[in-house]
């Protein structure tokens, strides 16, 4: 089941520079919500300082606080184990190119400490049946390498990796961006069905999506929300008038 | 009118553009080729004047017995080819680990200060001339052991590996995408098991053949193992005394005077190079055979 995500007072840099300026947000359980904003407006950062990969790079500081569930990120927990709790699927497929289709999804597993065959024959069924690849890829599961699949099945490949370590929350920065129209559309149904079991946050630069898929969208602009509202609202009345222009089309 | 006659003109410009871009194309076709016949006539050469002189003294006693006493006709180099795969034993169990180790810290840890001394000391290491390194390795082993021996061997060669294996096992690490290691990170894998299991499992290959250039640098030394594994006319296995290795024993052979001594030398040196692309060849089949093994389960 999804948990609330709570994000308080959270700030970002990148060495001196500030990225993400005093956040403050609540993302509902078995929602998805969008972030939407120009290129560099600090949602891909944001995305990131909730399962603490934005400090894997040199120099970067987070500062406030997030509360996933019960947990909270960055007093108490290690980034390993928030890290297990909040999956992450990225902009470019990623899959381990050394690994057969088996062995990346069952990764997670594995390299924790998981050695039981039949646990992890379920687990790798059970998580590509979820992420709508089991169907193509059953037959070749440990002769095909990952990286031998088409972009969109390297996706699902890697949703599929995400859920196997069953997260409470799926973060998912710019998914589709390196897929076409076809693939796009079968990731976007994937959230929908997704979306029952888990909380969903999905950085896009298509406002399309996010009207398509996501409950609630939240509008970044320098490092700043500007608007956070049900999507409907966002989309079709919003209150900033910079919202407005944005979707709009009149800067961005 | 003018439409159609500037179109035609377009048209003959286009033909010839592309016709001097596929002489162009043939001519650097031409040239790549023929650096590529340049850089393996010397090796092709050198294998088969090996073979042409060579062969002739390679037989049954040459590969299984210890050499005669001067004067005396038959004899081999058993005792050379057994010290060389033992010296360069050692040198790889201490050299590899060190190398790989050194290079997953430089990769993956070293974008500091310390990691830039480490990098340029190993590029210096890299060029210390061989025979150097075997006074080296003559101070720290074999003064304190007051005695040559197998050991004292394959630590100059172990030194001599380290630098190669570290550069390129760092290189081939750094070529692993960081979209690769976030995925390892973002499912809770901790770091060092991400560097072991993923990011160096990706690497393989590449960390391989820099094992192996090192090995096959080291193999045909002789300098270093001139005042540390000193040589020995008989079949030794143990690691603590002066121990026979076929570069040390072609050096010897053919410096010398006899003529039986020059033929066994050619010989020996036709069994170093087999010995060498066997080792790399029968790593790299290992390594492919492993690679599809480690896919399957």
């Given amino acids: 089941m999804g948990v609330t995500i709570h994000v308080e007072n959270l700030n970002a840099w990148y060495g001196k520079v500030q990225a993400l300026h005093d956040i403050n947000l609540k993302f509902e359980p078995n929602h998805a919500t969008a972030l939407i904003g120009p290129s560099g407006c600090g949602k891909s950062t944001f995305i990131r300082c909730l399962n603490r990969m934005h400090e894997t790079i040199p120099e970067a500081r987070v500062k406030g606080r997030v509360r996933i569930g019960e947990l909270d990120a960055y007093n108490g927990t290690s980034a390993t184990q928030l890290r297990r709790r909040v999956g992450m699927v990225f902009q470019k497929p990623n899959p381990f190119p050394s690994m057969s289709i088996y062995d990346n999804v069952a990764s997670g597993l594995k390299l924790n400490g998981v050695r039981n065959r039949k646990q992890l024959d379920e687990v790798v069924e059970r998580s590509l049946n979820a992420s709508a690849l089991w169907d193509e890829v059953k037959d070749q599961l440990h002769k095909q390498s990952g990286a031998g699949l088409s972009g969109g099945q390297q996706q699902r490949l890697c949703i599929a990796r995400a859920l196997a370590v069953e997260p409470e929350v799926l973060l998912m920065d710019e998914p589709c961006s390196a897929l076409d129209p076809i693939s796009t559309g079968k990731i976007e149904e994937l959230i929908f069905q997704l979306k029952e079991q888990y909380t969903i946050v999905i950085v896009t630069h298509n406002m399309q999506q996010a009207a398509r898929v996501a409950e609630f969208t939240g509008f970044f602009l320098l490092g700043k929300v500007i608007e956070f509202d049900k999507t409907e609202k966002i989309f079709t009345n919003p209150s900033n008038k910079r919202t407005e222009d944005y979707i709009t089309g009149r800067f961005g | 009118m003018s439409e159609r006659s500037s179109n035609s003109v377009a048209q003959s410009s286009l033909l010839r553009i592309s016709l001097w871009r596929r002489f162009t194309d ?272």
Wanted: charged share 10%; net charge positive.
């Fill in chain 2, 26 to 297: 043939c001519f650097a076709t031409s040239v790549a080729a023929l650096t590529v016949v340049l850089v393996l006539l010397p090796l092709g050469a050198i294998f088969a004047y090996l073979v042409y002189r060579g062969i002739g003294s390679i037989n049954w006693a040459f590969l299984t017995q210890t050499p005669k006493p001067v004067g005396e006709a038959g004899g081999g180099m058993a005792n050379a080819i057994g010290g060389s795969v033992l010296i360069l034993g050692i040198a790889s169990l201490l050299g590899v680990p060190f190398g790989i180790g050194a290079g997953i810290y430089l990769a993956e840890y070293g974008r500091n200060r310390f990691g830039d001394i480490i990098r340029f000391t190993s590029d210096v290491l890299n060029g210390v001339p061989s025979i150097v390194i075997g006074i080296v390795a003559y101070s720290v082993v074999v003064l304190r052991q007051k005695h040559f021996s197998a050991v004292a061997g394959g630590f100059a060669l172990a030194i001599m590996m380290v630098p190669t294996i570290t550069r390129t096992t760092e290189e081939m690490l750094l070529l692993v995408p960081q979209s690769i290691r976030e995925a390892a990170y973002g499912l809770g894998v901790p770091r060092w098991r991400t560097t072991l299991s993923i990011t160096l499992r990706t690497a393989t290959s590449g960390v391989i053949t820099g094992v192996m250039l090192a090995f096959a640098r080291v193999a045909g030394e002789t300098a270093p193992l001139l005042f540390t594994a000193f040589g020995n006319q008989y079949w030794n296995l143990n690691v603590n005394q002066s121990t026979a290795a076929l570069p040390l024993q072609i050096f010897t052979y053919a410096i010398s005077p006899f003529d039986e001594w020059h033929r066994q030398a050619w010989a020996g040196a036709l069994v170093l190079i087999v010995l060498i692309v066997g080792a790399v060849a029968a790593v790299r089949i290992a390594v492919r055979r492993g690679a599809l093994a480690g896919a399957n389960n």
